[in-house]
């Protein structure tokens, strides 16, 4: 808990005022909504609720408080499910766009140096074609995307932005000292877990597929994949506190829930992607361990069906952008080094112009000159 207790930024919500959120959505509600749901629709995969990150929030966010309701079966990407729910919480699909920003944001740093690089194929949903296989990578795509929501829902709560949500109402830590003050407003992860599950989950929920087929195998391992990323959220969220009294005597404090901060949640990711389970469907239509020498994988840890390719060339069936023309590091030994990311094609030199800030100087007071330099720079890129 210390390492959070340099940490004082805190808008609004005022102390003592944890308890006056709304009301939850109730769990049924949603449930029963998500029966009502036709199953006959047919919906590509390439297209997805993903595709709300591809819009621009401040557009999405007029359109919403006109509140024009034809405007959810207008939405790219929305199963019926998701429609029904945007209806009902119309305020809160802008916040579903923002996490599948966060989210597809977070998965293009995390892949920045390997071939697959979450980038899209075709812009019908925000991550393409590569989700028609049930890889590894469409694993953490979907491991990330549903953490982005819980995260941005959270958040959004925590701002007073939602009419059926406000500041988190977690109980004090049993471990907070006894006179520190339990609750400035936190941010409501268990309305965040919730919504986004929900939503995020809808979709497969209202498809059924026969029992045993590979179909019903993506559908275990995206919800599996789903509930991974939610989690990784919720059990990354810490105690924040803030210092009071006398100028840096800290003689009290005020504490809350907080969520960690988007990068950790895409680090911790990454790492259940390095050691994702491959799986495969039992006789009784159950995922198991393709090899049970493995753990068998935990809520949190990621779980694929199909070997990934080897994302070399342009496949549109697989996904695969190719890595002709991306640049890769000439001394690396790693994914970004040329042998790896140009898959033994070899590369080509080229010499560019890069400016940056230099000799930067402090001047009293208070602001901060620095000069332009170029330099010229070797760059690599792929055959
Ligand atoms: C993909 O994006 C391009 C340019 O942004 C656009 O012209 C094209 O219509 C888009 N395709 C689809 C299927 O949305
Ligand atoms: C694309 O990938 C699929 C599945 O691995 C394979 O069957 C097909 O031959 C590939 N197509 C090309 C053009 O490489
Ligand atoms: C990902 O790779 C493709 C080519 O393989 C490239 O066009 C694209 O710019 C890359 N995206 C990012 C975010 O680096
Ligand atoms: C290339 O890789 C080497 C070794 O990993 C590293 O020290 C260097 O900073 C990298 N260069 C760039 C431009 O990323």
Not at 122 to 137: A, H, K, L, W
Not at 186 to 195: A, E, H, K, P, T
Not at 237 to 251: E, F, L, P, Q, W
Request: net charge positive; charged share 20%; proline share 2%.
């Amino acid at each position: 808990m210390e390492k959070a207790l340099g940490i004082l930024v805190h808008q609004g919500g005022t102390l003592g005022s944890a308890g006056t959120a709304t009301a939850m959505p109730s769990k049924l509600s949603l449930v029963a909504l998500a029966i009502f749901v036709s199953v006959t629709q047919v919906v590509i995969e390439a297209s997805s609720w993903w595709s709300l990150g591809m819009n621009n929030p401040v557009q999405m966010s007029e359109v919403y408080i006109i509140g024009a309701q034809p405007l959810c079966s207008q939405l790219a990407g929305l199963s019926q499910g998701q429609k029904k729910l945007c209806h009902l919480y119309q305020d809160h699909m802008q916040y579903i766009g923002e996490g599948a920003k966060t989210g597809i944001k977070e998965c293009q740093y995390q892949f920045r140096h390997r071939r697959w690089n979450c980038s899209t194929v075709d812009n019908t949903s925000v991550f393409g074609r590569v989700m028609q296989i049930g890889s590894r990578e469409t694993a953490f795509t979907y491991a990330v995307s549903a953490a982005g929501v819980v995260n941005a829902m959270s958040r959004a709560c925590r701002e007073g932005e939602l009419s059926t949500c406000g500041c988190s109402r977690a109980a004090r830590p049993k471990d907070l000292p006894r006179d520190w003050l339990w609750g400035g407003c936190g941010d409501n992860i268990d309305y965040g877990y919730r919504f986004a599950k929900e939503f995020v989950d809808a979709r497969e929920r209202e498809r059924i597929h026969s029992k045993g087929s590979y179909e019903s195998a993506r559908t275990l391992m995206n919800l599996h994949n789903n509930e991974a990323g939610r989690r990784t959220v919720f059990n990354l969220a810490d105690v924040a506190c803030k210092c009071h009294g006398v100028s840096g005597s800290c003689s009290l404090k005020t504490c809350w829930l907080q969520l960690a901060d988007f990068r950790k949640v895409g680090d911790a990711l990454k790492e259940k992607y390095d050691s994702a389970a491959a799986m495969k469907l039992n006789s009784r239509g159950k995922l198991v361990l393709v090899n049970n020498r493995f753990n068998i994988p935990t809520t949190q840890d990621l779980v694929y069906i199909d070997p990934s390719p080897d994302y070399c060339v342009r496949n549109e069936s697989t996904g695969s952008l190719g890595t002709q023309g991306r640049l890769c590091n000439k001394t690396s030994e790693g994914m970004d080094g040329c042998e790896l990311m140009c898959c033994g094609r070899g590369y080509d030199q080229f010499k560019t112009v890069q400016t940056e800030r230099c000799h930067c100087k402090f001047h009293w007071c208070c602001y901060v000159k620095c000069k332009k330099c170029t330099e010229i720079v070797d760059q690599f890129v792929c055959k």
